[in-house]
């Protein structure tokens, strides 16, 4: 039962990303789908949530307008769609259920 992060790299202020978060042992649909990001020396923080029946939950305000949360679930994967991204939004990714521990994140860097 995991959750696996991928999809982060460097990325230009203004560039766009999408994360991916596959699970496996479980059934993605069956829980609520968070996605946090820890920045350097912070506190994790959670920026996005999706429902099980795939109605988003909440946006936090810093990401709104600019981050998409979305599931699949024949294929129980979740994603994080990042556009407009800004150096701030630099941090370690998480997606997170119930249903498990975290995972290994993936890191997105946002540097010119």
């Known amino acids: 039962v995991q959750l696996v992060e991928s999809g982060g790299g460097l990325v230009q202020p203004g560039g766009s990303l999408r994360l991916s978060c596959a699970a496996s042992?479980?059934?993605?649909?069956?829980?609520?789908v968070y996605w946090y990001r820890q920045r350097s020396g912070g506190l994790r923080e959670e920026i996005a949530g999706?429902?099980?029946?795939?109605?988003?939950?909440r946006y936090d305000a810093s990401v709104k307008g600019r981050f998409t949360i979305s599931a699949d679930y024949p294929k129980n994967m979740a994603y994080l769609q990042m556009n407009d991204l800004k150096p701030e939004d630099t941090a370690m990714y998480y997606c997170?259920?119930?249903?498990?521990?975290w995972g290994q994140g993936t890191q997105v860097t946002v540097s010119s």
């Open positions: 042992g479980f059934t993605l649909s069956s829980f609520d």
């Open positions: 997170y259920t119930s249903r498990t521990s």
């Open positions: 999706i429902r099980e029946d795939s109605r988003v939950i």
